[in-house]
């Protein structure tokens, strides 16, 4: 570790509580109880072999914080940093009642209790489904039933009302009852998608009645719920002076919908809208990036006390609205302006309601230790429950750090931090190319980034940056290794349309020398013509690590797919949860069945602390896959994303048939409908 970051890592410690605490655990390391004190392989396709590098206003009690933590990576230090406004909970915790949360004397916040989240109305969270389908009868399937119990063979019926009515060795057919013959198949809970970014294709509904833009893929994999909110971006809250601008900046990372078709302002709203339109079940976090432009812009400098206090506000609002927490992406702007006692005060308001910090950490590549001893310090100082979205080592020179970060994590866990992860089983991410505009050339927002893209000065700098510094920033450009990394996932409609689907390093091939002016102009002219709204698959990550991951046994799984309904997407939008079944269960052994299963069901429901998802249970709602082990498996490829997955026969939600021998529904109506 470099002075700089000894410096760092020596003032957090310091600035932890003498007592540590420990965070209790159900069997599986998931319960969703917070800190109570005490010690505190080769790809298998062979169309993937250009792929191998793929696969290669709320009024508060001041608590004081500790000041003058550094911001991270490259910034100056923060000193003087505002006082923390925390809400105090109740002793042992408070959950969100209807209608709002009520707030009373009681533990400091560092020291409530997280629990899971009691949201509004849970019905219209994880409802139940249709009071008049036809029963069903699965028979004879290997039900592997998300609660980590051994596989059984079982029939399972799911009644008239949409749930789970009755599980036997042997259940005999009803006269009006359909019968699906479950033999050598597996039914299970349908997955969960820890990480989406559908959060406003799920709102696009094609007019011939089928799934909305941002469900189908998921369903036709299996997956029945997913989560929204992702990396610090979140549809809401927006202001009202800001929804055109809002539009323009969410774009590239959840999708475009014209202002005009913005009904909603608030988080509650939206997830109302959200839950009338998905197929899905779906759950929400409010973003960083979002509450920050809320309250003071796109503005590079800590928030002033008032404004940090609005911003935890806001996060508390979301949450009364039904967020299941706060959701960062500490390489997007704004929120890559933020220290860490920025992330501690919002994370105390969170952690006193009970919910989940999710965070795409500082520095996947060259600070990825830093980064995550930053979160994991933000987690003992709060009692949040951590959970680290896509966790890897991004970058061919990074890749042998992935067993450190394994071990760091569970040295936390066993120190009493609540931690959960997530990983997609791809070795390519897929993102916004603004990641490749150092953050000061963002500062201020969408116009000012483009009118310095129009300034050679400033093109050369970023430039010389991108070339020269892997340290102060994440460079998606250098951990790429370089354009041969990256391609050209969607652009604005009329843009370039030719461009998509190929690498960057096709679009700089007429300038010679890929690292000269005359190569960067091009790209960066393509980032101004397209108004910044560029999508992109980057090749940064080793199937080893992703092995690694996924076998932890508290390990998730999420898709981490964009849209791009008009691009070329990431293989993993139609592929995350067969590949894993297929790839790293059958092909690779790189875990076993009822692990992966579990990871993807039952372990993501208390990984969120909600229940009604991620079980097979009698009074369940019925949302249920049934597959075929030995074939199910991935088809989508980085030149061909669009393939469906096979092995996925059936998947119902509330009870209702959504998937039908591999296919969608011609109609698919709403999950909480």
Known sequence: MDPVWRLQHEERARALPDERYRASTDA??????????????????EDREDDDREDSQHEVDRVPHPRGERRGFGHEDHQGAPEVGAA???????????????????????????H???LPDPRGVWGGGCDTLAPMLVRGALLIDGTGADPRIADVRIGAGGRVSAISPSLTPDEAEEVVDGTDRVLAPGFVDMHSHSDLYTLVRPSDGAAPLGDGPKLLQGCTAQVFGQDGISAAPVGEDDVEGYSAYIAGLDGFLPASQWTWRSFARYLAALRAASTTRVAGLVGHSTVRRLVMGMDDRPPTADELSAMQGAVAEAMDGGALGLSTGLVYVPAAYADTAELIALCSVVAAKGGRFFVHVRSESDRVVEATE?????????????????????????WPLGERLVAMVDAAIAD????????????AGSTTATVLLPPWMLEGGRDAALRRLGDPAARERARRQLLDDTTSWDNWWAFSDGWEGLRIA?????????????????LVAPAGEPHSPAAFDLAFDLLAEAGLAVSLVSFNNVEENVARFLAQPYCTVGSDALINPDGHPHPRLYGTFPRVLGHFVRQLGALDLPSAVTAMTGRAAAALGVDGIGRVEVGAPADLVLFDPETVIDRSTYTDPRLLPVGVERVWVAGRPVVTGGVLEATVQPAEV
Do not use: C
């Not at 994991?376 to 991004?394: C, D, E, F, N």
């Not at 992860?421 to 791809?426: G, K």
């Open 28 to 45: 599986m390391g998931l319960a969703a109880a917070g800190p109570q004190p005490g010690g505190g392989h080769p790809v298998a396709d």
């Open 88 to 114: 105090r909970p109740a002793p042992g915790g408070v959950g969100i009642e209807p209608g709002g949360a009520t707030w009373a004397g009681g533990d400091h916040p560092v020291e409530a209790r997280a």
């Open 116 to 118: 899971a989240v009691t």
């Open 374 to 398: 930053e979160i994991i310090t933000v987690a003992q100082r709060t009692g949040v429950h951590l959970h680290y979205s896509h966790i890897k080592a991004a970058g061919r020179r990074n």
């Open 416 to 427: 009493g931090v609540t931690i959960t992860t997530d990983v997609h089983p791809y070795t």
């Open 490 to 506: 969607g652009l604005p409609a009329g843009v370039r349309p030719e461009l998509v689907g190929t690498s960057f390093a096709a």
